[in-house]
């Protein structure tokens, strides 16, 4: 299921070029290749079965994620001219299995390595994080200027150290940052803006080679005709309705009883229509305080979504009066050269109430693995005591637990130790071979001259100038 070997196609070129050559020729190399395919299929077939029942063994509950979801499905993520093998897989314990959703081999990774990625998709195992009896926080103190000051304040006094985690990508070094900000003020964004974002970016601007990422939920929108779409068309003009109705009756004389009634209604549509005019000015302020705040300080990042769509509206953020596209991903200008594609995916509806915003990068340069890349050679694995001397190596080899010093330090320095020891070993099975040859050599030698003195001890005396002169000649190949 998981191994394919060599093309039809290539095995009938192979057996018209041996029908093309002469049967004397053709019978001992086509032992030879019986031979060499019978060693190699039971080469493969230990290469794989030790693994496996050692796998099966100490491993009974760890389930290989692919063929659970793909039971008799053929598929490979490395693939050769000769030869095709699924040897990339995940595997997952029994307890997580019903949380796997789904799973496929990504084939759009050839600028970073010859093997396709195997990518799984899992769902949480409860409900989602968002839902009934989730404590909300009552804001009722919003309606005292003093007490929001207060507030103001005290968020202002709560800022996170800035810092930036730091991503080691297709040779490339990135700074992520992740952003949440305020719902409901917009100077607080502002100072967000203006203090730790813009200290990263300063340092981001003297290290280009960097590229820096800012995302999150920004809570305001950069700019409003696009991002932000207000209360639906129809409801909209069911109001614009019963104003009309309502200036209708106006127009007619009311009877003296329903004059107080009257009042009562143009007071509290005055009192609304203050209130979406409030409402409007405060949206329209808490989108462009933190929007000029950004253009000014972090005038080198940019929206991806609407470098790559626009003019294009989009939300991440839908409500059943309004949405918004308050979900964004900046990019430092540096970067966005790199930038493949941006999309919104819709699929979180179990984790978020927010759709998640997912940007594709290329690598900066070429592909890590291309044509010239040095390979290791393996001629030492038709020894038995190399075999067993890497095995030994490779056991005292284990990597440290950090994973940054196993990144940057550890594993370049392992590929080095490695193509020493593969160097190493290669030169010891060479002397052995060149040895072995040697002995058999010699030994079939000392044959031909035993040979050659048993038949001078027997030849007739017209035959001894031949037999002594055999003799000679096989004492030289001795010597």
């Not at 394919?4 to 002469?22: D, N, Y």
Request: with cysteine; proline share 6%; net charge positive.
């Amino acid at each position: 299921m998981d191994r394919r070997q060599l093309a039809a196609a290539q095995q009938q070129q192979q057996q018209q070029q041996q029908q093309q050559q002469p049967q004397q020729q053709q019978q001992p190399q086509q032992q030879q290749q019986q031979q060499q395919q019978q060693q190699q299929e039971r080469g493969m077939q230990t290469r794989d079965a030790v693994p496996a029942a050692a796998w099966a063994q100490h491993l009974p509950h760890m389930c290989d994620v692919w063929r659970a979801k793909h039971p008799v499905r053929r598929a490979f993520t490395y693939v050769r001219a000769t030869a095709a093998s699924r040897i990339d897989r995940i595997y997952c314990s029994d307890a997580l299995m019903p949380q796997v959703v789904a799973c496929r081999h990504e084939d759009q990774c050839a600028a970073v390595s010859d093997h396709s990625a195997v990518v799984v998709q899992l769902q949480p195992r409860g409900p989602g994080v968002l839902g009934p009896g989730l404590r909300r926080l009552r804001m009722s103190f919003q309606a005292d200027a003093e007490c929001r000051d207060a507030m103001r304040t005290w968020l202002a006094s709560q800022q996170p150290p800035a810092d930036a985690v730091p991503l080691v990508w297709a040779g490339q070094q990135l700074r992520v940052v992740g952003v949440y900000m305020h719902a409901d003020d917009h100077v607080a964004n502002a100072a967000i803006i203006s203090g730790p974002l813009r200290d990263l970016y300063q340092q981001q601007r003297h290290q280009p080679v960097h590229g820096l990422i800012v995302l999150g939920d920004f809570n305001f929108v950069p700019s409003r005709i696009l991002d932000r779409r207000q209360l639906a068309a129809a409801q909209q003009q069911q109001q614009q309705q019963q104003q009309q109705q309502q200036q209708q009756q106006q127009q007619q004389p009311p009877p003296p009883p329903q004059q107080q009634q009257q009042q009562q209604q143009q007071q509290q549509q005055q009192q609304q229509q203050q209130q979406q005019q409030q409402q409007e000015r405060g949206m329209q302020t808490r989108d462009a305080v933190p929007a000029a705040a950004w253009a000014q300080h972090l005038p080198h990042m940019c929206d991806v979504w609407h470098a790559k769509h626009p003019v294009r509206r989009a939300f991440t953020y839908v409500r059943a009066t309004a949405a918004s596209r308050i979900d964004r991903i900046y990019c430092s200008d540096a970067l966005m050269p790199q930038v493949v594609a941006c999309r919104h995916e819709d699929q979180c509806a179990a984790v978020s109430d927010h759709s998640a915003v997912v940007v594709q990068l290329q690598p900066r340069g070429p592909g890590v693995l291309g044509p010239g890349l040095r390979r290791l050679r393996m001629s030492f694995q038709a020894d038995a005591e190399c075999r067993d001397a890497m095995r030994t190596w490779l056991a005292s080899q284990q990597p440290p637990a950090d994973a940054a010093t196993l990144v940057d330090q550890w594993w370049p320095a392992f590929k080095r130790r490695l193509a020493a020891k593969f160097a190493e070993l290669n030169r010891a099975t060479r002397q052995a071979q060149a040895a072995r040859a040697h002995a058999a050599q010699r030994t079939a030698a000392a044959a031909a001259v035993l040979a050659a003195y048993s038949q001078l001890e027997s030849c007739a005396d017209a035959a001894v100038p031949a037999a002594l002169q055999s003799v000679v000649s096989a004492r030289s190949h001795l010597a």
